[in-house]
């Protein structure tokens, strides 16, 4: 726990734990155009490495290139909705392999604090109001929360009084209600912390089609409660250094690759590594969500491919 993240500590180079994923040799150094040398990839999963459970074009190829060359590969989500290890085995379904341990989702950060009972997020045993995806509920249970969730009801029904939890957890949750916001406000109201599993307003839905992701009903619970809330996933400083710990990867020579300018390439700047940004149009214009500039990345491409063909150039 060296870190203080509550991950375990990294494991030696070259174990050959992940020969079955791709052959990763002992650690090399790859040239990816005006990126320079690097010795570790970061790559986002949604609008990067897939688009909803589709391999990008040239996604499998680029990593098993630089698997190929010894480059540490491994995969930071912000995607609310399950522990990373269920990505992980999607990933492997669509055609690129990849070990569990090789996969890190803002879930896990929660329940890796929780097991090492450090109280970073969530305390064991401690309830929480968990307004998220069963298989949330489910993963924070097994590392040992007290999860709370909201009772189903009518809208004409009395509207919910406060839990006694003294944290609101909030992830993708397509059962939301008003009356689940009205339980968390009130809970938050009471005194307890807000948690957003990302910040992410909005989520890509395919052709330009956005739907609410969990910064956008964390921000409405922070508006109804004046809590502030959280941020566990991407763009947070503590999100980057645990996939750097987990993955064994060196600060300075790792890239971080997404399409979002305000939690890949923002975060990944903040976190003192070199990025890539996946310029899909979606964020080409308009400012970050707290109405900051969109940041440059040491390399700007408009797909995995063009990314691929600036392999040792
Ligand atoms: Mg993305």
Do not use: H, Q
């Amino acid at each position: 726990m060296a870190d203080g993240t509550g991950l375990p500590a990294r494991r030696p180079l070259n174990t050959g734990a992940n020969t079955a994923a791709g052959a990763e040799r002992s650690p090399g150094a790859v040239r990816l155009g005006p990126v320079g040398d690097v010795t570790g990839a970061l790559l986002d999963l949604d609008g990067c490495t897939w688009f909803g459970g589709r391999l990008a074009d040239g996604a499998a190829e680029f990593v098993r290139d630089l698997r190929a060359a010894g480059v540490r590969v491994g995969f930071l989500t912000n995607a609310s909705i399950a522990p990373g290890a269920r990505f992980a085995a999607m990933l492997a379904e669509a055609g690129l392999p990849c070990p569990a341990d090789r996969m890190l989702a803002p879930l896990d950060l929660v329940t890796l604090d929780l097991r090492s009972g450090s109280g970073r997020w969530l305390a064991p045993g401690a309830p929480v109001l968990t307004l998220a995806a069963d298989a949330v509920r489910d993963a924070l249970a097994a590392a040992g929360a007290d999860v709370r969730v909201p009772e189903p009801g009518a809208p004409d029904d009395p509207l919910p009084a406060p839990t006694d939890a003294p944290a609101v957890l909030v992830g993708r949750d397509a059962r939301l209600s008003y009356r689940d916001l009205t339980l968390a406000t009130r809970t938050l109201r009471a005194g307890a912390r807000l948690i957003a599993l990302n910040g992410d307003a909005r989520i890509p839905a395919g052709d330009g089609d956005v739907v609410p992701g969990p910064g956008a009903i964390a921000a409405a619970l922070g508006i109804a409660s004046g809590v502030r809330p959280e941020v566990v996933g991407k763009p947070s400083r503590a999100f980057f250094d645990a996939a750097l710990e987990r993955f064994g990867m060196d600060r300075a020579g790792t890239v971080m690759i997404g399409d979002n300018p305000f939690t890949d390439v923002a975060g990944g700047i903040a976190a003192g590594l070199r990025t890539v940004w996946i310029d899909l149009g979606a964020f080409r214009d308009g400012a970050g969500p707290d109405g900051s500039e969109r940041p440059a990345a040491d390399a700007t491409v408009g797909s995995m491919t063009e990314l691929r063909a600036l392999l040792a150039r």
